[in-house]
């Protein structure tokens, strides 16, 4: 039994008071305590980690001016705030002991466009890819790139000053801010705007807090102008705060003090609102993939890219490259990037062409296409090789895999990770190849692997080293490096923070600005924030303040990572390696990646923030003396007795009393996943929330009883066969309100799914029987036609017309179908942490289809979620004595089939099990295939998670998630189609489909034989 966790560290009684007078202030958004709230916040994609002393997430700007006004009582004046967007930054921008504030939650109104004078106004809590859209149907987009645009916000990019992909034509962040709505620390609401010079004069003379801000702006800007000019690298990039440069124009007649706030990484004020400029999404793209045989290859040749009048030049190694191949994404893409025949790509550069109209960009591709041609003739500049596409979803998917390329390079095998904390550096581009061979030398001088990728056009390239931050030794070179970076990029002219802002580099601030320049930045922090109260120790400290500033020395996530033995850490590892990424906040509606953190906004409900739990559960664990593996050994071998079991009850009612533990916080996060697997196939780390997630309930519930509903899904795959025989009562029952409404009360299960009436022994009787002597005996030709169907208790017992319209289908198609006994499966004892009860249901399951393997035939499954379970968790709990059987999909098998002419005027629509398209990417394609050799049209529908995922939609305290996420993605297009038209892999999604829409659809395989039977009745 796991001891209580009941040491964590607690709240603050002055951060306490203050939350408390929040509330009864009217704070409309939410306040967050608990520690599992804060830890879910202390990490980014960075290497550092720092618990915040609370989270409190804003609903509008209102909240924002109460939050900060309250805080100018004497009895909180004490506290600090920092602000926070999407929570991607790799340098712990957002990263605070202080007071969170969220803005990505609930602030994400788009508010007001005007496409004639071509702009926007947002809040700040807007997402990049939410706004784009927003404005796509009507034709225009927010132009600065970055690889994290679907959950980075709008706030986030103004506070790093964003940008990436074709910046040397879009600018960055501050090139499209129109105005700013911010709120200072003292309540007050501060308009930006560019204005003339003469106009910030009169303002500057005003005796309160925005004079006291345009007097210092104006003064620090244009008393330094020279030197200001002098001292910032010319450089398409910016270096985050502040931009002194820019809050001028060329000729000194305009002023705009937004430019100040934007880069200073919510060190000077909450952005609330933003007024941005839109711009015309170009109607034609060219994307060429020229292929090199080295990376310096690639590097040495980009300005001759750039020279050819692209729009943007993206660079990838070798690295990157093989470590999409392994990912989801490659699927997308491997056409668009085929290797070379004879030769090994190392290197590839991506130039990009835009225009209004084709014949714009016509004249420079063949230009460019000419000298390509001749590089490879005469065996110039490593070229070999090059690729066109004009589609533009071809081109969007290969962006998304040089999106990926953070998360991929995560991914990479052993201790030591590639890692962000010198991977932003710009030089002048036409410096950056001989930067790189230097910077190259150096981490070769360490023998350290790294990745590289980036923006050649600008100068700036993303090296990500791999160290091990669990080594105090490696964590020291960290910081070596990091000294040294800084020293090689001055050398280049150049800087080491060129996209990613300072963060914890901030202390390397007073190096570059100098003496002069850095004591004007800290007169205006002054200004802004006299007392240091916002994002304190990033950019630098208010003048006359002995507050340091933050280090790349910070505590790391190492820290406590090294806490945890390495047979713990390697046990775990799906939940330990988790980066921060942050890929799993994708907002996208159509995305399968974690639905309960779409519809929650809650970022403990994510595979980061469950990893996050689990790493530091297992951390506290270990302080508690506890080896967790035995504990599982322990769990697996025997059952609970008496005595545990009462005293599994006695701590069931400390737990009602109040009794803090946090493993209770960590099983709520558990509790909240849907176990659809999604994180696993769609992570770039593959964090695989459903495998820890079960090991993490068995051990939760040998300290607490189970639920009843819990042994109701996890007996299932024994309860329904027996149920089936008496069918027509059961359902009879079960239709009862009485009845449904005590399943409800005790045992927390709504809508419980009807049996199959008639049965599946009734539907086939012994048509397609098992006898295993029998089909022993058969011809090697006899058995070429021999197919098996596999069983699973959903389809069998709950869906019985779909294995016999199955096994129909086979039949029709000239084979010798074969029903195989049902056995268990144990997917629903998995999820619910019964893992003694599935590694025994997975042995005697692996038994006897190991037995009918030996008869060479295929063996056939019809529904994802259980077919995959043989493919994963068989192989984790069984290992080799799994055995090497295969299960397919009737679709992994059914594209390779020759199919008859069918015909049908109907254009079907797909809607696709995520959990089926998450793990084998090419689903969708394959059911096309099939179709389009069977003369049909079929074309896939991207939808997210339809709600239900096995029984997650039948769990009382899942209601309103469950209904809301059918709502976010299926419910339109399955009533623009209707139920004739749509076709639906899921079992689940099907039930879900009919418990919403009152009608369920078919499964392809099911609209195949309709139209087969149709055919061969018009042929008779």
């Not at 519809?599 to 595979?607: I, L, Q, Y």
Request: glycine share 6%; aromatic share 8%; net charge neutral.
């Amino acid at each position: 039994m796991i001891p209580k966790l009941s040491t964590v560290e607690s709240l603050d009684p002055t951060v306490r008071a203050y939350l408390e007078a929040l509330s009864t202030a009217g704070f409309a958004g939410d306040i967050e305590t608990s520690y599992a709230s804060r830890l879910a916040v202390s990490t980014d994609n960075s290497v550092y980690q720092q618990l915040p002393a609370a989270v409190v997430l804003p609903k509008h700007q209102a909240d924002l001016v109460l939050l900060t006004s309250l805080a100018q009582t004497s009895s909180f004046a004490s506290l600090k705030f920092t602000p926070r967007g999407g929570g991607t930054g790799t340098n712990g921008q957002a990263l605070t002991s202080a007071i969170v504030v969220d803005l990505s939650r609930h602030m994400r109104g788009i508010l007001e466009l005007n496409l004639e004078e071509r702009w926007v106004r947002v809040e700040a809590g807007v997402i990049k890819d939410q706004l784009n859209a927003y404005l796509k149907p009507k034709g225009f987009f927010f132009a600065p790139d970055l690889s994290t645009s679907n959950r980075a916000t709008i706030g986030g990019m103004i506070n790093t000053d964003a940008s990436g992909q074709g910046s040397l034509v879009y600018g960055k962040t501050s090139d499209h801010v129109l105005e700013l709505s911010s709120v200072l620390v003292d309540g007050t609401v501060l308009h930006s705007k560019a204005m003339p010079v003469a106009e910030a004069e009169q303002l500057a003379q005003q005796q309160n807090q925005l004079g006291r801000l345009y007097h210092q702006v104006l003064a620090s800007c244009r008393e330094h102008r020279q030197l200001i000019l002098d001292t910032f690298p010319r450089l398409n990039r910016f270096l985050t705060g502040y931009d002194l440069e820019h809050v001028f124009n060329d000729d000194l007649s305009q002023f705009d003090l937004s430019r100040i706030i934007c880069g200073s990484e919510g060190s000077l004020a909450f952005v609330s609102e933003a007024r941005l400029t839109i711009t015309p999404i170009a109607k034609f793209k060219c994307l060429v993939n020229v292929k090199y045989d080295s990376f310096e290859s690639a590097l040495r040749n980009a300005p001759l890219m750039v020279a050819a009048n692209a729009t943007s030049v993206e660079t990838v190694d070798s690295k990157v490259l093989n470590l999409a191949r392994a990912d989801i994404i490659w699927h997308q893409v491997k056409d668009f990037i085929q290797d070379v025949p004879g030769k090994e790509m190392l290197g590839l550069n991506m130039v990009e062409y835009n225009a209004e109209a084709p014949e714009d960009m016509a004249e420079k591709i063949r230009a460019l296409e000419q000298q390509l041609q001749h590089s490879m003739e005469q065996g110039n500049a490593g070229i070999i090789g090059y690729q066109l596409t004009y589609d533009n979803d071809a081109i969007s998917q290969i962006y998304a895999m040089r999106k990926k390329a953070v998360g991929l390079l995560g991914n990479a095998q052993g201790a030591q990770k590639p890692l962000p904390f010198a991977e932003d550096t710009a030089v002048p581009p036409e410096n950056l190849a001989d930067f790189i061979l230097e910077f190259r030398a150096l981490l070769d001088s360490y023998g350290l692997s790294y990745g590289m990728f980036g923006h050649v056009d600008a100068g700036v390239l993303h090296v990500r080293p791999a160290l091990d931050m669990c080594d105090p030794e490696q964590e020291k070179l960290l910081r070596t490096i990091s000294d040294q970076v800084v020293a090689l990029t001055a050398k280049y002219g150049g800087l080491m923070w060129g996209e990613h802002g300072k963060g914890y580099r901030s202390e390397y601030g007073p190096a570059f600005f100098g003496p002069v320049l850095f004591n004007e930045l800290r007169k205006i922090k002054a200004a802004f924030d006299p007392q240091n109260r916002l994002n304190p120790g990033k950019i630098c400290t208010p003048l006359h303040s002995d507050d340091p500033l933050v280090s790349v020395d910070g505590q790391k996530r190492g820290h406590f990572d090294r806490q945890i033995p390495v047979q713990v850490k390697d046990s775990f590892d799906s939940s330990l390696n988790c980066n921060g990424n942050g890929l799993c906040f994708n907002y996208e509606a159509q995305s399968p990646m974690c639905p309960s953190s779409k519809v929650t906004k809650d970022r403990r409900h994510s595979p980061k923030g469950r990893a996050g739990l689990m790493r530091e559960w297992l951390r506290l664990m270990q302080q508690q003396g506890v080896d967790v593996l035995a504990q599982e050994e322990e769990l697996l071998k025997k059952s609970t007795g008496l005595t545990a079991m009462l005293q599994k009850l006695n701590n069931y009612r400390a737990k009602k009393q109040g009794d803090y533990d946090f493993s209770h916080e960590v099983m709520d996060a558990m509790e909240g996943c849907l176990a659809c697997k999604a994180c696993a196939g769609q992570c770039p780390i593959k964090v695989d929330v459903p495998s820890f997630r079960a090991r993490f309930l068995q051990l939760y519930h040998s300290r607490y009883p189970r639920p009843l509903k819990d042994y109701l899904v996890a007996s299932i795959e024994q309860s329904a066969p027996v149920l089936a025989r008496i069918a027509r009562p059961v359902n009879w029952l079960l239709q009862r309100k009485l009845v449904a409404k005590t399943l409800e009360a005790t045992v927390g299960y709504v809508d419980s799914p009807l049996l199959s009436v008639p049965s599946l022994k009734q539907r086939i009787g012994d048509q397609y029987r098992f006898d295993l002597a029998a089909l022993q005996a058969l011809s090697a030709e006899a058995r070429q036609q021999l197919v098996f169907l596999v069983q699973d208790p959903f389809t069998s017992f709950y869906e019985a017309d779909l294995v016999a319209d199955a096994l129909r289908l086979l039949h029709t198609l000239g084979f010798n179908p074969v029903l195989l006994p049902f056995k268990p499966n144990g997917k629903p004892q998995h999820v619910k942490g019964f893992l003694r009860e599935f590694a025994t249901t997975a042995t005697t399951a692996s038994e006897f289809l190991q037995q009918v393997s030996a008869l060479g035939a295929p063996m056939l499954g019809l529904d994802a979620s259980l077919v995959l379970v043989y493919r994963d968790e068989y192989v984790k709990a069984l290992g080799p004595a799994r055995g090497d059987y295969q299960v397919k999909l009737l679709h992994e098998w059914l594209v390779e089939q020759p199919l008859p002419p069918l015909q049908s005027n109907q254009q079907f629509k797909l809607l696709a099990h995520c959990t089926e398209k998450t793990a084998l990417p090419a689903t969708e394609k394959a059911w096309q295939q099939i179709f389009t050799k069977a003369g049909l049209e079929l074309s896939a529908v991207a939808v997210g998670c339809c709600g239900m995922a096995g029984t997650y939609g039948h769990e009382k305290q899942n209601q309103q998630n469950s209904r809301a996420l059918y709502q976010l993605s299926w419910q339109k297009p399955v009533q623009q189609f209707g139920a004739e038209q749509v076709l639906v892999t899921g079992f689940s999604c099907r039930s879900q489909v009919k418990r919403m829409e009152g009608v369920k659809p078919k499964h392809p395989l099911q609209q195949l034989l309709l139209l087969l039977a149709q055919s061969s009745a018009k042929a008779s």
